[in-house]
């Protein structure tokens, strides 16, 4: 990661609270923040990272080493409880509450300290799913007064999750504090927003906001042709790139939807092949899969760098989303990027949710709920048959282009300069 010693006067300064930050690997949710840093500075903005200490991070990689645009980055104090702080794989608890990173708490503090009278910020940008970040951005408001915009990008404290009930209240406590005091809450879906609009009646309406998730164009603009060449020639390929989640994006119908085609047609096990690119969870879905009696269709792939994953889903016949229907106010981050891939998508969730609707509107609309092997059954039928026919359903471009990252970032400045403009 490329640093510099100064920042640029003309512009106002942000502090970025964020834990997911290279050399962090093993979620997409790094893009966001990169997004937003990289696309800032045309808006009038100057990035200012404050991120965890790499040793808290059980997944590295240098992947998003050497990006192409200058930043302050600093590194602050932190453990992961249960790599540093375990003996024999267990931890106690009260070090995992929050979250695992509690202890970057103690480091981000005096670090974000200097790093504003150092850098003289105009505003504090905290983000989840790490519940710590908000803990350190509600302390780092509190002792400089500084305007603090709070990215919950998702819902935080929900009915079951945590499961812990002490955990569940430190969520809670957080989350109360991070809605009372930051000048905006910023969700992803305007789902997720009216919940929380409806949790805190109370507040002004516009103490909420929304910025969704999107796609960096230029990360696929380094993938010339990348489409042209099939990922299984002779084959139809369906790609979920990314976790598979077991409650959330558990696949069981989808597999019993398979058996049941593969029973009708015995050549379908020589004809598609569904690909479970970096599921995190291989162990478990491969037990699934031989019990289901689908491995000649069903293949578990392990992660790759984030571009050869671009470029893989790119080449897919089709691209799958996995979606229960309690996430039904979320979007996966990943759809963005399918949508921009331009292939054809098969959506297993609630036709209800803010998933299927943002893929109604793209124009993307094989959809069919993640627990019903009979409406699984039917979309595979569809999407096979429209895809052997050479007539696949492909998303809306034009709808495609309004998700880059630098059209969110257009409107997350602007958000930025109400809030700073609100305290003057």
Not at 138 to 147: A, M, W
Not at 201 to 222: D, H, K, W
Not at 298 to 305: F, K, M, N, R, T
Request: charged share 25%; net charge positive; hydrophobic share 40%.
């Amino acid at each position: 990661m490329q640093q510099r010693s100064g920042v640029c006067q003309s512009m106002k300064r942000l502090l970025m609270v964020a834990y997911h930050f290279p050399p962090f690997a093993a979620s997409t949710g790094i893009q966001r923040t990169l997004g937003f840093a990289r696309h800032l500075p045309a808006f009038g903005w100057e990035p200012l990272i404050l991120t965890a200490h790499p040793r808290a991070y059980e997944h590295r990689s240098d992947e998003h080493i050497n990006v192409s645009f200058p930043m302050i980055v600093e590194h602050a104090f932190a453990l992961d409880s249960a790599l540093q702080l375990s003996l024999g794989g267990r931890y106690a608890a009260f070090t995992a509450r929050p979250d695992r990173w509690i202890s970057w708490w103690l480091g981000a503090v005096p670090k974000g300290l200097a790093m504003i009278r150092k850098y003289r910020p105009d505003a504090i940008w905290t983000t989840y799913p790490i519940a710590t970040a908000h803990k350190i951005g509600c302390t780092l408001h509190r002792l400089s007064g500084l305007p603090w915009i709070a990215d919950f990008r998702d819902p935080m404290a929900q009915d079951g999750y945590p499961e812990d009930p002490k955990t569940w209240q430190s969520f809670k406590r957080i989350e109360e504090a991070t809605l009372r005091k930051a000048a905006r809450a910023v969700f992803v879906t305007h789902g997720a927003a009216r919940m929380y609009r409806n949790r805190y009646a109370e507040l002004p309406e516009t103490r909420i906001g929304v910025v969704e998730n999107g796609y960096e164009e230029e990360s696929f603009a380094a993938l010339p042709g990348a489409e042209t060449s099939p990922l299984n020639p002779g084959r139809i390929t369906l790609l979920h790139s990314g976790v598979v989640y077991p409650n959330e994006r558990d696949p069981t119908q989808l597999f019993a939807a398979l058996r049941r085609l593969m029973n009708e047609d015995p050549r379908l096990a020589d004809r598609l092949r569904i690909r479970l690119r970096a599921s995190g969870h291989d162990s478990l879905l491969a037990r699934l899969i031989e019990a289901s009696g689908v491995a000649q269709i069903v293949e578990l792939a392990p992660s790759v760098p984030y571009r050869e994953a671009l470029q893989e889903m790119m080449r897919a016949d089709g691209l799958l989303v996995l979606q229960a229907a309690n996430c039904n106010d979320q979007v996966p981050a990943k759809v963005y990027e399918y949508l921009r891939c331009g292939r054809p998508i098969l959506a297993l969730t609630d036709p209800a949710g803010e998933t299927a609707a943002l893929l109604r509107r793209a124009r993307a609309d094989t959809i069919a709920p993640l627990d019903s092997e009979e409406q699984i059954h039917s979309a595979l039928r569809l999407f096979l048959a429209q895809t052997l026919a050479g007539r696949p359903v492909l998303p809306d471009p034009a709808f495609a282009r309004e998700g880059s990252r630098r059209a969110r970032t257009r409107e997350f400045a602007g958000m930025l300069e109400e809030c700073v403009d609100a305290v003057r």
